[in-house]
């Protein structure tokens, strides 16, 4: 996802498609705070260098939060600069923007075809897709041609790999809570599945892709994830959809508009999203009791398919709710793109564990070393 998504103040998006970091993406120009680079000690020399030993730990923190919030207020303000030059080369800028407009038009007319590619591409790809979930469940067994092959990309992953010997006895067999097993092997999504959602995850037989019709309003995608009969609700598909603006952002990427779910029929007493909780009440009067049983929101994957949704206008909510909710957008999103890019398209190694070595590397990327001297800034900072 590309990193510098704004988003409208009367109509809030989430980050762009294209690898977005869970540390980026602002909600809205208006509403997040622009961000400039670390002030350190070296960069501007003061009057009160070498002496910032004495300065206690949020004293510090204050006065860089004073400085960057001073130097956010002058982000987007003119210098005067373009206002002072000949109406001539005023004329020259003026068409700059002009043939902008033309590449920006070029650029949406590639993401749209991007995403035609893409359509036509998922569609080749479904005949393997339905090969994949008839081995998954047993109705099909892997052919010898199709197992030589998954020993020889083991092989070739692993030289010490042990192969199945070709006169091993046996027919192939379903592979037990396949899908449970390739979404905990996600770092986003564990950290979501509770104990008490394996359970119904064990029953979660196929997660699948579409793309929405071109002739919809707007472009997007579907996440579909098909269950068989369980004891928790009586959905068989729970889905997840992902639209995006119909215009392409600045970054040149499409912009999420927003994420709309299923609802979930839950039979009674199952309800993972909330927890149930007895309490007994006396009454002052009479000093009778009950018993009066209380429901309350708890942490569970199958929150996803209730997706945060942005407020109508910037004065709803305050700072600390609104890096709440731009948090959770953040996510949503990211666990949405990670389903489509990686998880459905590569299952067998999120299966496998072997999606994991990459995925680190990934992570790994976005982290820069930093000397033993920053460390106290660091903890300052937490």
Known sequence: MSSNVPISQNDITAPTPQNTPLTQAPIALGLSRPTVPDISEDSEPTETDGNDSNLLPGAHSAMLGLVQGRL??????????IESLPVEVKKSIEALKGVQVKQNELQNQFRRECLELEKKYLELQKPLYERRRAIISGTAKGTQEEIDAGIQASLKDNEEYSPIPADAPGDPAPIPEFWLTALRNHVGLSELITERDAGALKKLT????????????KPGFKIAFHFSPNEYFDNEVLEKTYLYQEEVGYSGDFVYDRAIGTEIKWKEDKDLTKEFEIKKQRNKNTNRTRLVRKTRPTDSFFNFFSPPVPPAGEDELDDDELEDLEEKLEMDYQIGEDLKEK???????YFTGKALEYDMLEEEDDFDDFDDDDEGRFDDDV
């Open 343 to 349: 998880i459905i398209p590569r299952a067998i190694d």
């Open 206 to 217: 196929d997660i699948r892709l579409s793309y929405l019709p071109s002739d919809q309003p």
């Open 72 to 81: 956010a207020d002058l982000v987007g303000k003119s210098s005067g600069y």
